[in-house]
């Protein structure tokens, strides 16, 4: 069974950073892309950044330029490093996975992940 376990959620000013956490385990030997997803009140849960199973990654377009996501040497930990946060980052973040490539649907799309993390807050203050 996979798991996953996200850390590194805060508070920060507008214009600060953060760097998130997804801790997964129960992989064995499956190809599996990943991808951090965000809710905010309100909002439907949309796809942020995503790194597909040949370690290539996908961003939301308002996220371009200011986050990045990337895997740890033993990748089994998905990071989201966040920069120049705004309000409007402010939501309940999540990590998610599905066996796969997954090029087509890619790994921000909500409905085809199959294990998610329980998330972590990020609020940021103007």
């Known amino acids: 069974q996979v798991q996953l376990v996200e850390s590194g959620g805060g508070s920060v000013q507008a214009g600060g950073s953060l760097r998130l956490s997804c801790a997964a385990s129960?992989?064995?030997?499956?190809?599996?892309?990943m991808g951090w997803f965000r809710h905010a009140p309100g909002k439907e849960r949309d796809g942020v950044a995503g790194?597909?199973?040949?370690?290539?990654?996908i961003y939301a377009e308002y996220v371009k330029g200011r986050f990045t996501i990337s895997q740890g040497n033993a990748k089994n930990t998905v990071y989201l490093q966040m920069n120049s946060l705004t309000p409007e980052d402010t939501a309940m973040y999540y990590c998610a996975t599905r066996r796969g490539l997954c090029y087509t649907p890619s790994p921000l799309e909500t409905r085809t992940m199959d294990y998610w993390g329980k998330g972590t807050l990020v609020t940021i203050s103007s």
């Open positions: 129960g992989y064995g030997s499956s190809t599996y892309c």
């Open positions: 790194i597909r199973g040949d370690g290539s990654t």
